[in-house]
């Protein structure tokens, strides 16, 4: 709270003045607190038997949309409390995929900083996505047959909050965030291989996966050296994505890491594609991966370079990018949905309505879109369940039909040769 309020009070702009110094201020105060706290929040397995981890929201019928909820955790080192979580899971999509008169649809969301698996806890994470959940539902149902027939939505938990008080929690966010990368681990892309594998078992169904903050952050960094993986091998051929759309809200990643990612794609001339049932196959007018970032933001553009900064004291880095590009210090202690070079398209309200824009000449050109989104439609770091943010959202996934069983998403690296090196 004292954090917001110190940064509501700064000017938007100021990069290097007072910015910098409530940051300085914020990284001492958080190294003395930090060392006071306790494990107020316990280390800990929440959903231990399959009609907690396991529920049936709506039941499925020919007038409305089914909808599962499942809950899979991991532990500080990103290992599963209980694998049977994710086999039940698996084998609930499986079900779901052989009963389904249309394809069915599943939607993951790993959540981030200060959330967990606790049911028993109102406002939190996974009471909104269970809610948001409902909604995709009733929507879906609204749109006909042309809709998967059923939603499943995974919510994969991890250990993001270790202390519930007011003002001490803030100081937890560097301790988490180095549990998060523990957490981008091989349990956590075994899990999202299977749902994949399991959820797009039939061709008419979707897998989409999703996460905040710092589950943004789990996942770019465990999918991402797989989907490289896959397109050096055999990318020129196509191959149907890990997902049908990699999507992340306030991310808590470091721009460097997205640098190199977006120069990838770029290098290979990557590019996202609709294939259809009949065999059609067109340019995807969307992304394959979106990255979604409020300017007002704090957590993001303040909180995370201050800890980048005390992280990374002792790391050499170069200046020699090439000319125009931020150099690797700046890009590896900010956010990506902070760096100007890498901001793809913004969007803001106009007239009471939302609007979304390319920018034009834009270093990133890439199938990875990075959004900026003004205070209106985001006006903090958690507010991504309110009716603008998903309106934006829900937009940018219908421009790729995600929402249509008779398309999937696929990309594919372009013939390399004549393409040049970037710097």
Same mark, same amino acid.
């Given at each position: 709270?004292?954090?917001?309020?110190?940064?509501?009070? @700064?000017?938007?702009?100021?990069?290097?003045?007072?910015?910098?110094?409530?940051?300085?201020?914020?990284?001492?105060?958080?190294?003395? *607190?930090?060392?006071?706290?306790?494990?107020?929040?316990?280390?800990?397995?929440?959903?231990?038997?399959?009609?907690?981890?396991?529920?049936?929201?709506?039941?499925?019928?020919?007038?409305?949309?089914? @909808?599962?909820?499942?809950?899979?955790?991991?532990?500080?080192?990103?290992?599963?409390?209980?694998?049977?979580?994710?086999?039940?899971?698996?084998? %609930?999509? =499986?079900?779901?995929?052989?009963?389904?008169?249309?394809?069915?649809?599943?939607?993951?969301?790993?959540? &981030?900083?200060?959330?967990?698996?606790?049911?028993?806890?109102?406002?939190?994470?996974?009471?909104?996505?269970?809610?948001?959940?409902?909604? $995709?539902?009733?929507?879906?149902?609204?749109?006909?047959?042309?809709?998967?027939?059923?939603?499943?939505?995974?919510?994969?938990?991890?250990?993001?909050?270790?202390?519930? $008080?007011?003002?001490?929690?803030?100081?937890?966010?560097?301790?988490?965030?180095?549990?998060?990368?523990?957490?981008?681990?091989?349990?956590? $892309?075994?899990? %999202?291989?299977?749902?994949?594998?399991? #959820?797009?078992?039939?061709?008419?169904?979707?897998?989409?996966?999703? &996460?905040?903050?710092?589950?943004?952050?789990?996942?770019?960094?465990?999918?991402?050296?797989? %989907?490289?993986?896959?397109?050096?091998?055999?990318?020129?051929?196509?191959? *149907?994505?890990?997902?049908?759309?990699?999507?992340?809200? +306030?991310?808590?990643?470091?721009? @460097?890491?997205?640098?190199?990612?977006?120069?990838?794609?770029? %290098?290979?001339?990557?590019?996202? =594609?609709?294939?259809?049932?009949?065999?059609?196959?067109?340019?995807?007018?969307?992304?394959?991966?979106?990255?979604?970032?409020?300017?007002?933001?704090?957590?993001?553009?303040?909180?995370?370079?201050?800890?980048?900064?005390?992280?990374?004291?002792?790391?050499?880095?170069?200046?020699?990018?090439?000319? #125009?590009?931020?150099?690797?210090?700046?890009?590896?202690?900010?956010?990506?949905?902070?760096?100007?070079?890498?901001?793809?398209?913004?969007?803001?309200?106009?007239?009471? =309505?939302?609007?979304?824009?390319?920018?034009?000449?834009?270093?990133?050109?890439?199938?990875?879109?990075?959004?900026?989104? *003004?205070?209106?439609?985001?006006?903090?770091?958690?507010?991504?369940?309110?009716?603008?943010?998903? =309106?934006?959202?829900?937009?940018?996934?219908?421009? +790729?039909?995600?929402?249509?069983?008779?398309?999937?998403?696929?990309?594919?690296?372009?013939?390399?040769?004549?393409?040049?090196?970037?710097?």
């Amino acid at each position: 709270p004292l954090m917001k309020l110190g940064v509501s009070i @700064l000017p938007r702009h100021d990069r290097f003045g007072l910015k910098t110094f409530v940051r300085l201020v914020f990284v001492v105060w958080s190294a003395g *607190s930090i060392g006071s706290l306790g494990g107020c929040v316990a280390n800990q397995i929440y959903n231990t038997t399959p009609d907690q981890y396991l529920a049936t929201v709506i039941e499925p019928d020919a007038n409305q949309v089914g @909808l599962d909820f499942a809950i899979i955790e991991f532990d500080e080192f990103g290992m599963f409390w209980d694998r049977d979580q994710l086999e039940d899971t698996i084998d %609930l999509i =499986e079900r779901r995929n052989s009963e389904a008169d249309r394809g069915i649809v599943v939607f993951t969301y790993t959540h &981030g900083w200060m959330n967990n698996a606790d049911q028993s806890r109102e406002a939190s994470d996974l009471s909104r996505f269970r809610e948001w959940s409902r909604g $995709l539902a009733s929507r879906l149902e609204a749109q006909g047959d042309s809709a998967p027939g059923h939603v499943v939505a995974v919510y994969l938990a991890w250990r993001g909050a270790t202390i519930r $008080l007011p003002l001490l929690d803030v100081s937890t966010f560097w301790d988490r965030k180095r549990t998060a990368e523990r957490v981008a681990s091989y349990p956590m $892309l075994e899990t %999202l291989i299977r749902i994949k594998s399991a #959820g797009q078992s039939r061709p008419d169904s979707k897998v989409v996966v999703s &996460g905040h903050s710092m589950g943004g952050m789990i996942l770019i960094k465990t999918l991402a050296p797989s %989907l490289n993986a896959l397109l050096l091998h055999q990318g020129e051929g196509g191959v *149907s994505k890990l997902t049908n759309m990699l999507v992340v809200h +306030n991310a808590a990643f470091d721009a @460097l890491s997205t640098f190199q990612f977006i120069d990838y794609l770029k %290098l290979n001339q990557v590019t996202a =594609e609709l294939h259809m049932s009949d065999g059609t196959v067109v340019p995807a007018p969307g992304p394959i991966m979106l990255s979604i970032t409020s300017e007002a933001d704090w957590v993001t553009d303040i909180a995370y370079p201050a800890g980048q900064i005390v992280d990374q004291r002792s790391i050499s880095f170069r200046r020699d990018l090439g000319e #125009g590009t931020p150099d690797q210090s700046y890009l590896s202690t900010r956010a990506q949905g902070h760096v100007e070079y890498l901001i793809s398209h913004r969007a803001w309200v106009e007239d009471g =309505e939302v609007k979304l824009k390319r920018i034009e000449g834009a270093y990133n050109d890439a199938p990875f879109w990075i959004v900026q989104v *003004s205070e209106d439609i985001c006006k903090d770091h958690g507010d991504i369940f309110n009716p603008r943010y998903n =309106e934006l959202y829900r937009r940018i996934l219908h421009l +790729n039909k995600i929402f249509e069983t008779d398309v999937q998403t696929w990309v594919r690296r372009l013939p390399q040769d004549g393409v040049g090196r970037t710097e």
